[in-house]
Nanobody, 121 residues
């Protein structure tokens, strides 16, 4: 399974961005997909996850109400809509695929490269 994240960029506080994670190699519906992020000098942290069917979504407290994770299994793509961005959202964002929807990195064996999001104040 290969994952390709895209959509990062430099925006001002309050703006929106949509990240995409294109999955290839296996049907996307077989996998839960999550987004994690890593800010400079900090550990990688959970952001959001969505079940294989898309019926369940999970968010970290820091992004709940601002970010929305969704998936299009026909297009083999998972999205992260990020609204009302804050400077503390600045990080490299990674998508990952696994069997169980989880907040733990170890539950996701497949990872894409990061896409950088920078939010200026």
């Amino acid at each position: 399974v290969q994952l390709q994240a895209s959509g990062g960029g430099l925006v001002q506080a309050g703006a929106s961005l949509r990240l995409s994670c294109a999955v290839s190699g296996r049907p996307l519906s077989n996998y839960a997909v999550a987004w994690f992020r890593q800010a400079p000098g900090k550990e990688r942290e959970f952001v959001a996850a969505i079940s294989g069917s898309g019926a369940r979504a999970y968010y970290s407290d820091s992004v709940k109400g601002r970010f929305t994770i969704s998936r299009d299994n026909a297009e083999n793509t998972v999205y992260l809509q990020m609204n009302n961005l804050k400077p503390e959202d600045t990080a490299a964002y990674y998508c990952a695929a696994g069997i169980a929807g989880s907040r733990r990195m170890n539950d996701y064996p497949y990872w894409g490269q990061g896409t950088l999001v920078t939010v200026s104040s």
